[in-house]
Nanobody, 123 residues
Framework: QVQLVESGGGLVQAGASLRLSCAASGRTFGKYAMGWFRQAPGKEREIVAT????????YYADSVKGRFTISRDNAKNTMYLQMNSLKPEDTAVYYC????????????????WGQGTQVTVSS
């Protein structure tokens, strides 16, 4: 069983930066692929960034490439999403998720989800 808790969301102006954190329980955290997703009002949930457990595979949505960076610290059982040059269209609830199978991350069907953290970017 893995429990995920996001933090770091907030209200910022366009151009600002935020770092989201996802703290995971469980001693096998390092073996899980993880990802960040977001859902804006009236829209479907979408992938933001994903990372395989060993880091050999990463994926970024085109809309965030060059601005967002996904990383993890297995010693701290924590995953991060560094978000720079934020835009109003980045406004959404951001979720972290984890699964043993990286493919489920890419299919938006991972087993474990956090509760979400709100990110609001004003223009």
């Amino acid at each position: 069983q893995v429990q995920l808790v996001e933090s770091g969301g907030g209200l910022v102006q366009a151009g600002a930066s935020l770092r989201l954190s996802c703290a995971a329980s469980g001693r096998t955290f390092g073996k899980y692929a993880m990802g960040w997703f977001r859902q804006a009002p009236g829209k479907e949930r979408e992938i933001v960034a994903t990372r395989s457990w060993g880091g050999s595979s990463t994926y970024y949505a085109d809309s965030v490439k060059g601005r967002f960076t996904i990383s993890r610290d297995n010693a701290k059982n924590t995953m991060y999403l560094q978000m720079n040059s934020l835009k109003p269209e980045d406004t959404a609830v951001y979720y972290c998720a984890a699964d043993i199978d990286y493919n489920t991350i890419l299919l938006l069907t991972p087993q474990y989800w956090g509760q979400g953290t709100q990110v609001t970017v004003s223009s």
